[in-house]
């Protein structure tokens, strides 16, 4: 049965990076793995195959947007990634009024999916549903696909929820989930949803790209 998103090419795409890297010590986005910025890493990986247009969730003050719109948080206070999510929903509201939905994903996750767009959206069903990525029994709603018709709740939420936790926000909507399979690799499963939030991490995940380069 064909979903409700007819062409997975056509969702708009906001690559989340307006949090604050605290964990890294430097705006991570620019951290290099495998003598690419994560950056230019997971937009060249979006535009691989699967998605367009991307645009860039973060600080006004952005050094480099490599080519890519930017989408400020329009609330202040670096409310969290959902923040970024809202800016999403509005921007798209604002530039592509006959989109349903718009996709997120995190700047910091660099092995994600290839398939991630389309199998979020075939797990869609009308126009009020958000899906989201899992992997071995985890949920990561960064990467997500989004209604732009619950923007006003998430607007009203964001500012109004004290602890402002993901899951409690996503409790309030019929959310699919969508589970990946973890990579082979030589050197053991990968996590497709790795995630680099410390100098510790990045060096992790340097074994785990030599690790997927090694391979055929
Ligand atoms: N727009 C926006 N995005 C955020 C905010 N906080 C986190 N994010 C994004 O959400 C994703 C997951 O967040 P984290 O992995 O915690 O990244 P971070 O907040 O930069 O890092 P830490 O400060 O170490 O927690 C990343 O892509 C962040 O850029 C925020 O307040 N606003
Ligand atoms: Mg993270």
Do not use: C
């Amino acid at each position: 049965m064909p979903g409700f998103i007819a062409n997975t090419e056509d969702i708009p795409v906001v690559l989340l990076a307006g949090g604050r890297s605290s964990r890294m010590g430097a705006n991570k986005a620019f951290s290099l793995l495998g003598e690419e910025s994560l950056l230019a890493r997971i937009a060249a990986r979006i535009a691989q195959r699967q998605m367009k247009p991307i645009a860039l969730n973060a600080d006004t003050d952005w050094p480099d947007t490599m080519g890519m719109d930017l989408v400020p948080d329009r609330i202040p206070g670096k409310l969290g990634p959902l923040a970024g999510v809202l800016a999403a929903m509005q921007d798209t509201t604002l530039r592509y009024p006959h989109a349903s939905h718009v996709a997120t994903l995190p700047i910091d996750s660099p092995f994600f999916p290839l398939d991630l767009a389309p199998r979020l959206a075939q797990a869609i069903e009308g126009p009020n549903e958000i899906a989201i990525a899992a992997s071995l029994s985890q949920d990561h709603p960064v990467f997500g696909l989004w209604p732009v018709s619950i923007a006003a709740d998430l607007g009203t939420w964001i500012v109004s929820d004290e602890k402002r936790r993901v899951r409690d926000f996503l409790a309030r909507h019929q959310v699919r989930r969508v589970d990946f399979a973890a990579v082979e690799t030589p050197i053991g499963p990968l996590d497709p949803f790795f995630n680099i939030n410390t100098p510790a991490d990045l060096i992790e995940a340097e074994k785990w790209l030599a690790a997927l380069e090694s391979m055929p």
